[in-house]
């Protein structure tokens, strides 16, 4: 689960799933004159849609702290249940895609380094990196090749995304927290690119890495107490 405030003070939840999707909506609409666009490999395409998969059981219900202060979110949800939800939401993009089940696996690898002391950790990395020297025998000499750029891509649309659901709608520059100077990824046209809000319900990225302007809707939990509500807030992304 995303989680962040709003304004008035109130929790905002936001399902990573959801989030996810925001990311393939980002990637279907890449400008067609980058040489690295994904707009024409499907398989890239749906493993940067389905890369969260593994939160949506997670998210089924939002986590309470056991000190009451808020919600666990994927960034300090218990490492236990995370790692396992991993190793299942990789499993059922595999079911699909072989291809897509090494982005998403490289993904999740990508977050940590492989001199921790973590034994979960470890077994973790030691298994995915094991089924991803599996999954690579049966990719092609293409798909071998594009590797690297996928999950760049995929890396670069979560971001993107990640800045969308993490940032309050319309914040200014200087109050931005994640991503306030640009993104890390580096591309054909841009050796950095930059998100702004320039509005409550419209982003800018410079220089845009999209064919077109792009509207995605991001759906919100606001927490009000024990009220959950629904909303739904649309973002158009230029």
Not at 48 to 56: E, G, L, N, V, Y
Not at 71 to 80: A, E, K, Q, V
Not at 127 to 145: C, F, I, N, V
Not at 147 to 163: A, E, G
Request: proline content about 5%; overall charge negative.
């Amino acid at each position: 689960m995303i989680v962040r405030e709003n304004n008035d003070g109130k929790t905002v939840l936001i399902p990573q799933h959801a989030h996810a999707a925001i990311s393939g909506e980002i990637a279907r609409h890449w400008r067609k004159d980058d040489p690295d666009s994904p707009v024409q490999r499907p398989e890239t395409i749906m493993a940067i849609d389905q890369h969260d998969r593994a939160w949506i059981p997670l998210d089924e219900v939002p986590q309470r702290k056991p000190d009451g202060n808020g919600f666990y979110s994927f960034i300090d949800y218990p490492l236990t249940d995370k790692l396992r939800a991993y190793q299942q939401g990789i499993m059922e993009v595999r079911e699909q895609s072989r291809y897509a089940a090494v982005l998403c696996s490289r993904h999740y690898c990508s977050f940590f380094s492989d001199d921790t002391d973590d034994e979960q950790i470890k077994a973790f990395l030691n298994r995915e990196y094991g089924l991803q020297q599996a999954d690579m025998q049966t990719l092609t000499s293409a798909e071998k090749a594009t590797l690297d750029i996928d999950q760049k891509m995929l890396s670069f649309c979560d971001d993107v995304s990640l800045y969308l659901c993490m940032n309050q709608p319309g914040v200014s520059k200087k109050d931005v927290s994640w991503f306030r100077d640009g993104f890390r990824e580096q591309f054909s046209f841009a050796d950095k690119i930059i998100g702004e809000w320039v509005s409550s319900d419209e982003v800018r990225l410079t220089p845009s890495p999209l064919e077109d302007t792009v509207r995605v809707a991001i759906p919100q939990v606001i927490v009000d107490g024990d009220e959950f509500r629904e909303v739904k807030l649309w973002v158009t992304v230029i």
